[in-house]
C-alpha cells in the first residue's frame, strides 16, 4: 500500500510552453502533498506544500504564478510548469502525507527537460 | 531555521568495507529521520525512518542510529557491496511548528569497488 505515482515519468517541452505534472495517491487519501525539485547533482529543495481545497504555500524563491499547483481532490495534485524555460529542467518529485502519524511517500519523479 | 549536512560528501571504499556516513541537523526540534537511497537519475527509496523517539533503526546490513540532542544521524553499512553505490540522501522532518516541510542534506555519493 501508499504508493504515489507521477504522470509522466519524463517530458521534453519547447520553451514557452506549459507543462502539466501530475501527482496521485493511489491506494490513500491526502490531505497534504509536498512538490520538490532536484537540479542535476543537487539535492531536493521543496518548492512548494499543497493543501486539498485550499491555496498551495510557496517556499521563499519560489515564483506562484510561474508554478501553478492545484489539490482538487485528496488523491490528486498538479504542478504547472508555465512559460517553461530551459532553466526549468528540473527533477520534480512529489510526496504525499497520510495517517495519524504523518506518514510521508514519495513519488517516482518527473524529469522535464525544457529545449 | 533547519540545516541539514552530510559529511562526507563523497565516499570510494573497496567492495566488503564497513562504512558509515554522516548527517548532522542544526534544529533537535524534529518529527523523524529518514535516510534514502537514489540511483542516477531514479527517485527516492526509503531505507530506514527514525522517529524523534528512537534511537535506531536497523534493517540488513544498514544501521541508522538517531541523537536529537546532539544533532546527530549515523547510518552504518555493513560488508559494502557493488550495488550499494548509489547517492545516500539525509531528510530530517519538523514537526507541526514546520509544517512537517522535510529538509534534505545535499546527499554523499558512495561508489564501491569490485
Known amino acids: 500500500g501508499a504508493v504515489v505515482s507521477q504522470h509522466p515519468s519524463w517530458v521534453i517541452c519547447k520553451s514557452g510552453t506549459s507543462v502539466k505534472i501530475e501527482c496521485r495517491s493511489l491506494d490513500f487519501q491526502a490531505t497534504t502533498m509536498f512538490w520538490y525539485r532536484q537540479f542535476p547533482k543537487q539535492s531536493l529543495m521543496l518548492m512548494a506544500t499543497?493543501?486539498?481545497?485550499?491555496?498551495?504555500?510557496?517556499e521563499q524563491g519560489v515564483e506562484k504564478d510561474k508554478f501553478l499547483i492545484n489539490h482538487a481532490s485528496l488523491t490528486l495534485s498538479t504542478l504547472t510548469v508555465t512559460s517553461a524555460h530551459p532553466e526549468d529542467s528540473s527533477f520534480y518529485i512529489c510526496?504525499?502525507?497520510?495517517?495519524?502519524?504523518?506518514?510521508?511517500?514519495f513519488g517516482p519523479g518527473t524529469r522535464l527537460t525544457v529545449t | 531555521k533547519q540545516e541539514v549536512t552530510q559529511i562526507p560528501a563523497a565516499l570510494s571504499v573497496p567492495e566488503g568495507e564497513n562504512l558509515v556516513l554522516n548527517c548532522s541537523f542544526t534544529d533537535s526540534a524534529i518529527y523523524n529521520l529518514q535516510w534514502f537511497r537514489q540511483d542516477p537519475g531514479k527517485g527516492l527509496t526509503s531505507l530506514l525512518l527514525i522517529q524523534s523517539s528512537q534511537r535506531e533503526q536497523t534493517s540488513g546490513r544498514l544501521n541508522a542510529s538517531l541523537d536529537k540532542s546532539s544533532g546527530r544521524s549515523t547510518l552504518y553499512i555493513a560488508a559494502s557491496q557493488p550495488g550499494d553505490s548509489a547517492t545516500y540522501l539525509c531528510?530530517?522532518?519538523?514537526?507541526?511548528?514546520?509544517?512537517?516541510?522535510?529538509?534534505f542534506g545535499a546527499g554523499t555519493r558512495l561508489f564501491v569497488k569490485a
Open positions: 531528510a530530517v522532518r519538523p514537526g507541526w511548528d514546520g509544517g512537517f516541510k522535510t529538509i
Open positions: 510526496s504525499a502525507q497520510a495517517g495519524a502519524n504523518y506518514e510521508q511517500y
Open positions: 499543497s493543501n486539498e481545497g485550499s491555496k498551495a504555500t510557496y
